[in-house]
């Protein structure tokens, strides 16, 4: 079943705002596959924003992800990645709608409080990335209840 990588920014960790964002996806009906808190190093900022390398924004960006411990999260379910986002809401808080995690928590994009994948692709290779060692792969008993 299709996977996301979601990963609670240090903003987010320091505003008390983990419990919350867990229970979104854990109430939606996803299950969680991969959970820690860890401080991330430059390099591995890095990585995971290799895309956007040449951006104006970058070494902000890679400032901000490394300056407090991040919540590194795997969960699956059907259209996880596309849901997972919706779930999330946009990029910028100004444009994400009330009821969005930045729509309800976050002001200024460069303090947006969560990321998730952007295709099922960039899941997979951030998901190596973020969980070297693997991740649980558990039956909830609750699956016949959120599936048909
Ligand atoms: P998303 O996190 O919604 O996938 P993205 O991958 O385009 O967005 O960018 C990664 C992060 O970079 C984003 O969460 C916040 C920051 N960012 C993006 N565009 C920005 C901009 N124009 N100015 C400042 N920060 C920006
Ligand atoms: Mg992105």
């Known amino acids: 079943m299709e996977q996301t990588y979601i990963m609670i920014k240090p903003d987010g960790v320091q505003r008390g705002l983990v419990g919350n964002i867990i229970s979104r996806f854990e109430q939606k009906g996803f299950f969680l596959r991969g959970l820690k808190i860890i401080t991330v190093d430059r390099a591995l900022a890095e990585k995971h924003y290799a895309d956007l390398s040449a951006k104006p924004f ?28 919706k779930i999330i809401g946009a990029t910028n808080p100004a444009e994400s709608a009330p ?33 070297p060692e693997g991740t649980v792969n558990w039956q909830s008993n609750a699956h016949p209840w959120i599936y048909e």
């Open 58 to 85: 970058f070494n902000g960006l890679v400032d901000y992800i490394i300056s407090g411990p991040v919540v590194a999260m795997v969960w699956e379910g059907k259209g996880v990645v596309t849901t997972g986002r």
């Open 99 to 131: 009821g969005t995690i930045r729509g309800d928590f976050a002001i200024d994009i460069g303090r947006n409080v969560i990321h998730g994948s952007d295709s099922v692709e960039s899941a997979r290779k951030e998901i190596a990335l973020w969980f």
